[in-house]
């Protein structure tokens, strides 16, 4: 399991240790770091998975776009300072340093270590992301017949979504524990999507037809009603949230022990009952051994997770919550860790953290 992301000049952090746990979250305002923080995971991925010998780190590839080195490099660095990426997993502890290099394209450096077997973030390929931008409701999606989808299972933007899910909608899930519980007989991937699509909204039922000779998977959904499926719909006609949802929940039930999910904004286009389904769902899969990092804006997300916890689903201290933020006139990001204690609340409080309700419901009264 990774434990711990070290970051050093890099974006907007000059030094930082992230706290890393089966369940992770990235929150702040906007502008503060969390899409840096998994950036740099991004970076080293997409560096060293296909490395071949080449030591540099590479700063636009299939996983992240992140431009020059200019756009990199921490403001307040001297020149000649490296950037330093450091990952502990296992307990073990790699640092990869790589020199900055005005107007390039790409960080040269050496690895100064590499990880004794598989680690979760560089070798494995139960590995999916999925970025704040993903996918809306369209009538076809791509088939994962290209070579970035080696490095992320499902697509960045959750393109590939629908042609994993028809290549293993009969398959049974690797995480029996993820079975829900109004469906535990039927233990097959798009049924038990299905079913915990339903706890964001309406119960759908998915219906894929694969287009091999044009690389294509044709997506409709159908509702139950009164125990009577409905016609056929296409996502277009269904509104964002099915299509948003439905990636996070195909990548955590396809997913092994070994895995590790990271997703930007997990709560986008859904009622907020959806963002507190989606929160105790994630909880549910990260105690089921999968590793999952989120970056969120939403307070009922985060309930979701704080429900989990107080019920017993996850235990708080493999839920790491991280808050970033900077001081007025200070350039450099700093990090304040909450914990969440067994009955769900958090040990402390710091302002800014989620606490916009209640600030706003003061000023109203």
Avoid at 222 to 248: A, M, Q
Avoid at 306 to 332: M, P, Y
């Amino acid at each position: 399991m990774i434990e711990q992301i070290a970051i050093r000049n890099f974006k907007c952090f000059e030094d930082v240790k992230v706290p890393i746990r089966p369940l992770t979250v990235l929150a702040g305002v906007n502008g503060m770091g969390k899409s840096s923080c998994m950036q740099s995971m991004l970076l080293l991925r997409q560096s060293l998975k296909a490395a071949n010998g080449d030591q540099s780190a590479q700063l636009n590839g299939p996983l992240v776009e992140l431009g020059y080195a200019d756009d990199v490099f921490y403001e307040g660095a001297d020149d000649e300072e490296p950037i330093v990426l450091s990952m502990t997993e296992n307990g073990k502890n790699l640092d990869w340093a790589f020199r900055y290099k005005n107007g390039a394209q790409q960080l040269d450096g050496a690895v100064e270590g590499k990880i004794k077997g598989p680690s979760r973030l560089i070798d494995n390929d139960d590995f999916f992301y999925l970025k704040a931008e993903r996918i809306g409701p369209r009538t076809v999606f791509s088939a994962n017949l290209d070579t970035r989808g080696k490095l992320n299972t499902i697509g960045n933007a959750g393109e590939y979504c629908a042609h994993l899910l028809a290549t293993q909608e009969r398959e049974p899930l690797n995480l029996k524990s993820l079975l829900h519980e109004d469906l535990p007989e039927i233990n097959e991937v798009r049924a038990q999507v299905e079913m915990w699509l339903s706890e964001i909204g309406q119960t759908p039922r998915i219906h894929l037809d694969q287009h091999p000779r044009m690389d294509l998977v044709s997506l409709q959904f159908s509702f139950v009603r009164s125990g009577i499926p409905s016609d056929k719909y296409r996502p277009t006609n269904v509104g964002f949230g099915l299509t948003y949802g439905l990636p996070i929940f195909v990548a955590c039930l396809t997913a092994s022990p070994r895995s590790l999910i990271l997703i930007e904004n997990p709560e986008a286009h859904l009622h907020p009952k959806g963002q507190v389904a989606i929160g105790k769902f994630l909880g549910k899969v990260a105690a089921a051994g999968v590793q999952i990092i989120i970056e969120t804006h939403s307070d009922h997300v985060l309930n979701g997770i704080r429900i989990s916890v107080k019920n017993g689903v996850i235990k708080g201290d493999e839920v790491a919550l991280n808050f970033f933020q900077r001081e007025t006139g200070q350039q450099s990001t700093s990090l304040t860790s909450p914990k969440i204690n067994p009955d769900g609340r958090l040990d402390f409080w710091p302002d800014g953290f989620f606490d916009e309700w209640e600030k706003g419901l003061a000023e109203l009264l």
